[in-house]
T-cell receptor
Framework: EAQVTQNPRYLITVTGKKLTVTCSQNMNHEYMSWYRQDPGLGLRQIYYSMNVEVTDKGDVPEGYKVSRKEKRNFPLILESPSPNQTSLYFC??????????????FGPGTRLTVT | EDKVVQSPLSLVVHEGDTVTLNCSYEVTNFRSLLWYKQEKKAPTFLFMLTSSGIEKKSGRLSSILDKKELFSILNITATQTGDSAVYLCATMNRDDKIIFGKGTRLHILP
């Protein structure tokens, strides 16, 4: 089944404790992206990647890191989480062909709470 | 600063009504506009629009883009309770960056 998986789905952690949220897709998609969703602010792009070893900042990259060492994986790293990073996080992927993005598939979401 | 503005923020209609959701944008180096539906979980893709004036249709849903006036509309005809959701509009620029609007929350009364 074609899908985007994220782990963990729920995480409660403490300020300053490094964490990684994994994202993996099995559709051989070039484009992958991380978003956070907050009430009243909507979905905001954190980082995106056009292909292996190519990453770019979205609207809200501060406090986050990403890497794209393999085409299927795009982990989100919080080196020193803070309470303002409490949010619902989505990973998404899509094909990229002829200079255009295809349908974007979203993972199920990771609800992160930083205390 | 690039922005995407959706209106109305929320809408309540009766089953069978037709609704029009609006999305306006100010985006440097615009490439495409996307519509998503979000129920209780992850957004699901509805449409991608890149050319002005060409309507895209999927069942009771349709959408069109006006690149001169910088807006798009999403129409839903003969609404059903299953159409209740948050509808998200997003733009992609030529650097492949995506910006979402805050969404329109649509509630369909039976």
């Amino acid at each position: 089944e074609a899908q985007v998986t994220q782990n963990p789905r729920y995480l409660i952690t403490v300020t300053g404790k490094k964490l990684t949220v994994t994202c993996s897709q099995n559709m051989n998609h070039e484009y992958m992206s991380w978003y956070r969703q907050d009430p009243g602010l909507g979905l905001r792009q954190i980082y995106y990647s056009m292909n292996v070893e190519v990453t770019d900042k979205g609207d809200v990259p501060e406090g986050y890191k990403v890497s794209r060492k393999e085409k299927r994986n795009f982990p989100l790293i919080l080196e020193s989480p803070s309470p303002n990073q409490t949010s619902l996080y989505f990973c998404a992927s899509s094909l990229w062909f002829s200079g255009r993005m295809g349908e974007q598939y979203f993972g199920p979401g990771t609800r992160l709470t930083v205390t | 600063e690039d922005k995407v503005v959706q209106s109305p923020l929320s809408l309540v209609v009766h089953e069978g009504d037709t609704v029009t959701l609006n999305c306006s944008y100010e985006v440097t180096n615009f490439r495409s506009l996307l519509w998503y539906k979000q129920e209780k979980k992850a957004p699901t893709f509805l449409f991608m629009l890149t050319s002005s004036g060409i309507e895209k249709k999927s069942g009771r849903l349709s959408s069109i883009l006006d690149k001169k006036e910088l807006f798009s509309i999403l129409n839903i005809t003969a609404t059903q309770t299953g159409d209740s959701a948050v509808y998200l509009c997003a733009t992609m620029n030529r650097d492949d960056k995506i910006i979402f609007g805050k969404g329109t929350r649509l509630h369909i009364l039976p």
